[in-house]
């Protein structure tokens, strides 16, 4: 069809660790259903991770969502920062508690660096609550490097350890 934008497959982290931290997520997996130029969504399964960074907080749940989309990703990313504040996210300081953290983490092949978005997310390949439901959804992902994403896993610190919670 003539004007039609050409649709990309993206994948998002879900992240909270406050309040009920599981509805949070299938909220927001609510509402990027029905948010225009979205589509398709394909959740992982849920996992628990401990916090890091400022490590005096509850435990995150997270996941991560594949989604078709006709939006570019500046749109994406600001549909993800809208989504956010509908749930009620209060930004703290870095690596602090959330209620939700919805992060771009890779938009079809595309590669950016600008201030605010940096695609693929700039720690996605350090982070095994990421890397552990990115595998569900994509068993055969290879980091820009070329290195399957269960040996990026095996090498990862065993404190970084995740929890599967729910099918």
Do not use: C, K
């Not at 209060?90 to 605010?116: H, K």
């Not at 569900?136 to 980091?143: E, F, G, R, W």
Request: neutral net charge; proline residues 8%; charged residues 20%.
């Amino acid at each position: 069809m003539v004007g039609e934008a050409e649709a990309f497959e993206a994948f998002v982290g879900l992240g909270a660790n406050l309040g009920d931290r599981e509805a949070a997520i299938r909220r927001a997996l609510d509402l990027l259903a029905a948010s225009p130029g979205i589509s398709g969504l394909r959740p992982s399964p849920i996992y628990e991770s401990a916090p890091i960074g400022y490590v005096a907080q509850p435990p995150f749940l997270n996941a991560v969502v594949a989604v078709m989309t006709r939006l570019g990703t500046l749109q994406l990313f600001l549909a993800l920062q809208r989504i956010e504040s509908q749930i009620g996210r209060t930004r703290t300081f870095r690596w602090g508690p959330r209620e939700i953290d919805l992060d771009l983490l890779l938009f079809g092949n595309v590669s950016i660096q600008r201030r605010g978005l940096v695609v693929p997310h700039p720690a996605l390949y350090q982070r095994a609550f990421v890397l552990a439901p990115l595998r569900d959804l994509s068993p055969t992902h290879h980091d820009p490097e070329g290195r399957p994403i269960d040996d990026i896993l095996s090498s990862l610190d065993s404190r970084s350890e995740v929890v599967r919670r729910s099918p």
